[in-house]
């Protein structure tokens, strides 16, 4: 029987050392992306697509859809975000018994992605983008709708003194603009008084429908990366009393700490190793403090900060830490028991699968990585026709670092033309 | 205890070798699936627009001033699409006009055909065709009506669920008016729950 639970060991073993965490295995595609590698970008993806399990498949595919988008490749780009934002449509709200067991004695990654309110509502928005892009405007209006409901299911739903921060202002303007585009100016007012509160110099004076006005909306930064943190130790009992021997993230060395023995349910515990391991997010560097648009070979402006999507991500991570750490924990403690009540064969194989899990424990880091940290707009009234637009990122000292190539925007008479553009990192 | 699990393992595979299945589902009988658009909203919105325009009696106003000659319509390109739903208003249009045109109420020129046979005419006023059986220019018929229309919705989702209503208005307009000859619409709501575990 305990060759039999070697055996199994070292098959769960084998799985998991391909288990590397979300962040890890989505490091090259970020270089690539921020790079403007698209091609490589997608290269890699598809190859993550096609090895995912089924938990991630979909967020992959969500990330594939927006690189596509950044690519100019539209119609691949809507199906894969209409196949992410289906199934995740789909498993909202229900539990799968599945699921509980696994998180409760794997890992919190070994569930299907539920991905954070903001995401969904990018996604959305994202989608609306891809439509408008490829020149389908029917398409492109019942995205608006979508957004316009994502954003009174997600962020209708917080109290007033939680919403700012947890709103995504950049959804807003993009259905504002299609409102104004219609002739819906007071739908168009709502949204951009909701912006208002957050970023005043970002809406235009007044909602209108017949100025010509070329809108550019750009990327810049990085959205933050959730990191796995494990906290390892065990428990002794020295002379009566009983201590909690932990080795903390950082390199730290070992902390030794009292702890109430209640907290364990007989002595059989003590010296078990355990690992409580748990998210972080971490933000990354900068390398593009502003943007100018240049529009018609003529630098006109500086882009302002319309959405600050790393705090969004941080507030709702913060939201949802208290419930992360509480679940770790809960698994730490199913495991502990595991290991040291089960009798027999059965407890053998507890023990072999608790050291196993314990040894390879990894924090759930998934989250959608090729977002930005911050989108900003630039806006301007401009004759009908074709224009050619690029921008110019610089950095905090004002150094130029880099110059997107450029794009040509057809603007038609009394309307305001979206031009989307991803940034530098 | 081994039987058993041999059992099971065989059923199982038995049950994943079973051949794959198809049948025929009952288009009067069908119902929704969910509470977002579906086919059998299709077939109750143009069978209610067909009946309604039926009834309404134009075509047959329309012939008893012009010496029985029935309307010319046109459909605009597709229904004003205000849902949070991609769906082909189209279909609908087109279900519309080929039972109008099947129980002889009105006729059709088709908009999507204009390019074509622009081209064809084109093609055929060159010396590559025989002028004696070649399609003449000037003969298109113009339209007096356009069969228009919107569908819109507003969706509330609780939970696991939701709710969902539609309104669905079309009308036929006078060119040379503007005035509408016919409007009718169709509203329904809708709620359908997810089940709350999924395997």
């Known amino acids: ?26 490091s090259s595609t970020g270089v690539y992306y921020y790079d403007g590698e698209y091609d490589l970008a997608i290269g890699e993806l598809d190859e993550l697509v096609l090895s995912s399990s089924n938990e991630d498949c979909c967020l992959f595919m969500l990330e594939r859809g927006k690189v596509r988008l950044a690519a100019g490749m539209y119609d691949s780009a809507i199906v894969d975000m209409q196949v992410a934002e289906r199934r995740f449509d789909e498993i909202e709200g ?29 996604l959305n928005t994202y989608l609306l983008l891809s439509y408008w892009e490829s020149g389908a405007r029917g398409g492109a209006y019942v995205e608006r709708n979508r957004v316009v409901r994502r954003l009174s299911e997600y962020v209708g739903n917080f109290a007033a003194e939680d919403d700012p921060p947890l709103d995504v202002p950049f959804a807003r303007y993009v259905a504002a603009v299609l409102y104004e585009n219609e002739g819906m100016l007071d739908d168009a007012r709502i949204e951009y008084d909701r912006i208002e509160n957050l970023y005043p110099e970002a809406i235009p004076w007044t909602p209108n429908s017949h100025l010509t006005e070329i809108v ?49 349910s007989g002595d059989a515990e003590l010296g078990t190793v355990f690992t409580f391991a748990f998210p972080e997010y971490v933000r990354m560097p900068r390398v593009a403090a502003r943007c100018r648009p240049v529009i018609d070979g003529v630098e006109t402006g500086t882009a302002v900060t319309l959405d600050d999507i790393e705090e969004t991500a941080m507030e709702e991570f913060k939201r949802d830490i208290g419930t992360i750490l509480l679940k770790s924990a809960l ?86 033309q979206l031009a989307w553009m991803p940034g530098p990192p | 205890m081994t039987r058993l699990f041999a059992a099971i393992l065989c059923v199982l595979l038995l049950a994943g070798c079973a051949p794959k299945q198809t049948w025929d589902i009952d288009l009067d009988t069908d119902t929704a699936e969910d509470a977002d658009y579906t086919s059998s909203d299709l077939l109750t919105i143009s069978d209610q ?105 507003i969706r509330k989702m609780e939970g696991r669920e939701t709710r969902n209503y539609f309104l669905i208005t079309m009308t036929i307009v006078d060119i040379e008016t503007l005035l509408i000859t016919w409007i009718d619409e169709v509203e329904y709501k809708r709620g359908s729950t997810k089940g709350s575990v999924r395997w």
């Not at chain 1, 029987?1 to 295995?25: D, E, F, N, Q, W």
């Not at chain 1, 698994?331 to 407890?347: E, F, I, S, V």
């Not at chain 2, 008893?64 to 769906?87: F, S, Y």
């Not at chain 2, 020129?109 to 046979?117: G, S």
Request: charged share 20%; proline share 3%; net charge positive.
């Open chain 1, 1 to 26: 029987m305990i060759r039999k639970a070697v055996i199994m060991a070292l098959a769960v073993l084998a799985a998991a050392a391909g288990c590397a965490t979300y962040t890890a295995r989505m």
């Open chain 1, 331 to 416: 698994r730490t403690y199913l495991q502990l028991l595991a290991q040291n009540k089960l009798d027999g064969d059965l407890g053998r194989i507890a023990s072999v699968l608790s050291k196993l899990f314990s040894a390879v424990e990894r924090a759930d880091t998934r989250s959608w990585q090729t977002l930005p940290s911050e989108i900003a707009v630039f806006r301007m009234e401009v004759e009908p026709g074709s224009h050619e637009v690029s921008l110019r990122y610089y950095d905090a000292g004002g150094r130029l670092i880099c110059q997107s190539a450029v794009r040509q925007v057809w603007v038609e008479k009394g309307k305001k």
């Open chain 1, 94 to 122: 229900t539990v799968s018994v599945g699921e509980m067991l696994s998180t409760s004695i794997i890992s919190e990654g070994s569930k299907e992605y539920h991905p954070e309110p903001h995401e969904k509502i990018l």
């Open chain 1, 216 to 264: 550019v909306l750009t990327e810049m930064g990085r959205a933050p990366v959730k990191i796995s943190r494990e906290i390892r130790g065990y428990f002794e009992k020295v002379n009566g009393r009983t201590f909690g021997y932990f080795t903390l993230p950082g390199g730290a060395g070992q902390h030794v700490y009292p702890v109430s023995s209640a907290f364990l």
């Open chain 2, 49 to 153: 627009m067909i009946t309604s325009i039926k009834a309404n009696g134009f075509s047959q106003h329309y012939a008893a001033a012009h010496g029985g000659q029935k309307p010319v319509m046109i459909l605009a390109r597709a229904l004003e699409n205000n849902t949070d739903e991609h769906i082909d208003t189209r279909m609908i249009l087109d279900k519309v006009r080929t039972a109008l045109i099947k129980d002889g109420v009105a006729q059709f020129v088709d908009d999507q055909a204009f390019d074509m046979a622009l081209d064809q005419l084109n093609m055929q006023a060159t010396d590559l065709y025989d002028d004696r059986k070649a399609a003449q220019l000037g003969r298109f018929v113009g339209a007096h009506y356009i069969m228009r229309g919107s569908i819109g919705n």
